[in-house]
């Protein structure tokens, strides 16, 4: 059994705790940051600014921040792999696999160093 | 009297001695409203053109033999009524299995796939005739009684566009047969369908198109079957639940 | 497998299955919300790197996204996360209901409630918690 199979349980279970993240945390999380924050809806930039840092820059704020991040990170390589499939890229699954898992690998880290600067 | 309509019908042809590949024939089938696809082409068979090949035994949604593409969906053509389908009516062979004659396909990959999974009730001692029944409630009954309604028509396996470019996927009604037997409270048979379930041909292909169940005529429901296989499977993974049968 | 004795034509899909049915385009582009959820991922990690940086980058950074090409980025990834959302947790509502080990199996109704009562219920604590009322 190819190396990419033996671990298909965690590929999935980090699929799985991807999505709910994204289902249920990023559409709030979108509205707010990407829409409200900058029409100014919730205050100035500089307000904003302040309650973004006490909301995020402390160690419990920073892990949930990540855990979001990183696992939605997952959650897409994961089903971006499986598009490829649908795509006829069957026969390149396992490397197009290993690309998109290191890119979901290189994205938590990424997710740590930039949470973890806040 | 019914009244009876001219409907145009477009049939897959293939005839394996003298077509280089497929071709597409028209007929115009006088249909009384009350008509399925199937009536339609037994129409064709019996009074237009007796070369015409396709599969059918029961007419009522038993025997699970007369699945075609009918307007590119699959569907059994004993319970698609031709007043309910746009003209023209498009009749072809499942997708996804090689065609043998018009609108015969070959089965054989479904049934080596489904024995694979073995489908029956597996103990590791028989208990004898004397020592009575196996025992089962109504609520273990109900844990897997819709995965036991499937009528092996393959209608899941023609929706499926993981099998479109994965062949060798076990795919959604074998899956849901074993995952049926796996919920079985008599069988401890669950480790010894553990490999073939969930290795590279097993549950892990499935993207959940969901398309299995939304074909399916008996609301078998194979994708959920196949996406709780892969929830069991997965806490088997990390040892929270144990394996039946190991 | 015994080879088959007759001539076959290969088995396939019908060509453009995933444009013709509208199920399966529906079904394509959720397959495509990985791109729009690495999208806002994206989006946000920029965010916390102009948080980590000062006033001024952070002020920089909204009028980014407040400006016309930014509001209509962000309402795609909006539009494509809410798609995606919606989906997840309508089909994703089959998979609990099974029992698992002494556990009897939850409804699928009940699962379908409880998904959607944590979408509302999280979104909503997001943008309290973000809008000022509380901190």
């Keep these: 059994m190819k190396l990419i199979h033996i671990f298909e349980p965690l590929w999935w279970m980090l699929f799985g705790a991807g999505g709910f993240m994204a289902a249920l945390v990023l559409p709030g999380l979108l509205l707010v940051i990407g829409l409200a924050f900058p029409l100014g809806w919730f205050g100035e930039p500089a307000v904003t600014f302040h309650r973004m840092h006490i909301l995020f820059g402390n160690p419990v704020g920073q892990l949930l921040l990540c855990a979001v991040i990183s696992l939605v990170f997952w959650h897409s390589a994961h089903h971006l792999r499986h598009f490829a499939l649908d795509l006829g890229l069957g026969h390149l699954e396992a490397p197009v696999s290993y690309v998109l898992y290191a890119t979901a690998l290189a994205g938590t880290l990424a997710s740590v160093a930039i949470v973890g600067a806040l | ?246 | 497998m015994a080879a088959s004795s007759t001539r076959t034509l290969p088995a396939r899909m019908p060509d453009g299955w995933w444009r013709e049915h509208p199920r399966y385009r529906t079904y394509v582009l959720f397959a495509a919300t990985g791109f729009v959820l690495i999208g806002v991922n994206l989006l946000l990690l920029a965010g916390v790197a102009a948080l980590s940086t000062s006033v001024a980058a952070w002020q920089g950074y909204l009028e980014v996204l407040g400006s016309l090409p930014g509001l209509v980025g962000v309402a795609a990834l909006l539009i494509g996360t809410l798609f995606f959302a919606l989906r997840w947790l309508r089909v994703g509502a089959k998979i609990p209901a099974v029992r698992l080990g002494p556990l009897p199996a939850a409804s699928m109704g009940l699962i379908l409630v409880v998904h959607y009562a944590g979408f509302v219920t999280l979104t909503l604590l997001i943008v309290v918690l973000l809008s000022g009322l509380v901190i």
């Design chain 2, 1 to 246: 009297m019914l009244e009876t309509r001219l409907v145009k019908f477009e049939i897959f042809r293939f005839r394996p001695e003298q077509d280089e590949g497929e071709s597409w024939q028209t007929y115009e089938v006088p249909c009384p409203e009350d008509w399925v696809v199937l009536d339609a082409l037994n129409y064709i068979k019996d009074e237009i053109d007796p070369t015409l090949s396709h599969r059918w035994s029961c007419r009522m949604g038993v025997c699970g033999s007369c699945g075609m593409m009918v307007n590119g969906t699959p569907d059994l053509t004993c319970k698609a009524f031709v007043r309910e389908l746009a003209e023209p009516i498009r009749v072809a062979p499942l997708a996804n299995f090689p065609v043998v004659r018009d609108l015969v396909v070959e089965l054989d990959s479904f049934m080596t796939k489904l024995k694979s999974v073995k489908p029956w009730i597996i103990r590791k001692v028989e208990k004898d005739v004397e020592h009575g029944e196996y025992l089962q409630s109504p609520d273990d009954l109900e844990n897997f009684k819709q995965f036991s309604m499937c009528i092996n028509c393959c209608l899941c396996y023609a929706a499926c566009p993981v099998l479109a470019h994965e062949p060798d996927f076990i795919g959604p009604a074998a899956i849901a047969l074993g995952f049926r037997y796996n919920q079985d409270s008599r069988d401890e048979g669950e480790a010894e369908r553990y490999d073939v379930l969930t290795g590279p041909d097993g549950v892990w292909h499935c993207s959940y198109a969901n398309e299995c169940s939304e074909v399916c005529p008996k609301h078998v429901d194979p994708a959920a079957a196949i996406n709780r296989s892969k929830l069991v499977t997965a806490l088997q993974w990390v040892k929270i639940l144990p394996k039946r049968g190991a």
